[in-house]
């Protein structure tokens, strides 16, 4: 099972880098749309007020992606390292991937199939790091 908590440890990551890129180009994109809007707008209020709610939501939306994919990023490393919280917090994070469908709830079904092993849970729990 070493081998799997390895696997699921760097798809976690990949997941999270994913995400923060994402997240940085959707949430940059959104925002420069905004200001565009804005820009072109000729000064007609209602347009200023759309560029700005784009604006905002592309700041907010890629603000969680970023947050969400650091947050898999340092749990996949921790697993890897075999830190005793990292089982539960790989488990919580699988649940969250259960969301993005088709990618993630694989990612998801097989990180809880991977972290739910007795054998994996002694693993944590003995806190045996990889060489």
Known sequence: MRSHIDIVSYLNMAWGSMQVLTGLVIGG???LAGTGVGVASGGDEEA???GAIYGVFGVVLGLISVV???????V???MKGRKSWARIGGMVCAVFALLSIPLGTVLGIY???VL???EVADEF???VAVA
């Open 116 to 118: 739910m092993d007795q």
């Open 125 to 127: 729990a003995a806190g």
């Open 76 to 78: 996949g490393w921790s």
């Open 111 to 113: 990180t809880l199939v």
């Open 68 to 74: 969400m994919g650091a947050v898999y990023l340092f």
């Open 48 to 50: 200023l007020i759309i």
């Open 29 to 31: 994109l959104l925002a």
